[in-house]
């Protein structure tokens, strides 16, 4: 078990998740995707997501506890800012169970991360929210977070990532 991150917050602490966490982990990835209504689109698998967070580190985990039950998680990584020189911090997810919403949880899970990226000398911290989801852009609001609506995200997954890749004009 990773250390307790404490917080002011009665009975709430985080912490990172370790190898022992995966299928903790993967369960809030279902959780979030549920809600999100993407069920669908979830791949991952417990190998896999072993994988990406412990042997090739691509990601980290934080897991929110009320007492001895995990309420929330959040997901995240390192960018690159080339404009800034540094590192940005990604917030994939960030997901709190519906039954412990209102108690300050999901917050304190963003402004932990926002401490992480000022403590790892980032430059900033950046999430998508799906435009449908009032709740969670309204509370991004009251933390003064700003809508880049002047950039528009791309994605290319499966059968266009690999037509794209295969357009490379390497030997």
């Given at each position: 078990?990773?250390?307790?991150?404490?917080?002011?917050?009665?009975?709430?602490?985080?912490?990172?998740?370790?190898?022992?966490?995966?299928?903790?982990?993967?369960?809030f990835?279902?959780?979030?995707?549920?809600?999100?209504?993407?069920?669908?689109?979830?791949?991952?698998?417990?190998?896999?997501?072993?994988?990406?967070?412990?042997?090739?580190?691509?990601a980290?985990?934080?897991?929110?506890?009320?007492?001895?039950?995990v309420?929330?998680?959040?997901?995240?990584?390192?960018?690159?800012?080339?404009?800034?020189?540094?590192?940005?911090?990604?917030?994939?997810?960030?997901?709190?169970?519906?039954?412990?919403?209102?108690?300050?949880?999901?917050?304190?899970?963003?402004c932990?991360?926002?401490?992480?990226?000022?403590?790892?000398?980032?430059?900033?911290?950046?999430?998508?929210?799906?435009?449908?989801?009032?709740?969670?852009?309204?509370?991004?609001?009251?933390?003064?977070?700003?809508?880049?609506?002047e950039?528009?995200?791309?994605r290319?997954?499966?059968?266009?990532?690999?037509?794209?890749?295969?357009?490379?004009?390497?030997?």
């Amino acid at each position: 078990m990773g250390t307790r991150i404490e917080t002011k917050l009665p009975d709430f602490y985080l912490r990172f998740a370790t190898e022992q966490d995966v299928d903790t982990v993967l369960d809030f990835i279902k959780h979030i995707a549920e809600y999100e209504k993407m069920s669908d689109q979830v791949q991952v698998t417990r190998e896999i997501l072993h994988q990406s967070l412990f042997v090739r580190r691509a990601a980290e985990a934080i897991l929110a506890y009320e007492g001895d039950t995990v309420v929330g998680f959040a997901v995240f990584f390192e960018n690159f800012s080339t404009f800034t020189g540094k590192p940005g911090l990604y917030l994939e997810d960030l997901f709190v169970l519906p039954e412990y919403r209102g108690k300050g949880y999901g917050k304190a899970l963003l402004c932990f991360l926002a401490q992480l990226a000022v403590e790892r000398d980032c430059a900033r911290m950046e999430w998508t929210c799906l435009n449908w989801n009032t709740p969670s852009l309204q509370f991004y609001q009251t933390l003064e977070a700003r809508t880049m609506d002047e950039w528009t995200v791309h994605r290319l997954t499966g059968g266009t990532l690999e037509r794209a890749a295969a357009q490379f004009p390497g030997k």
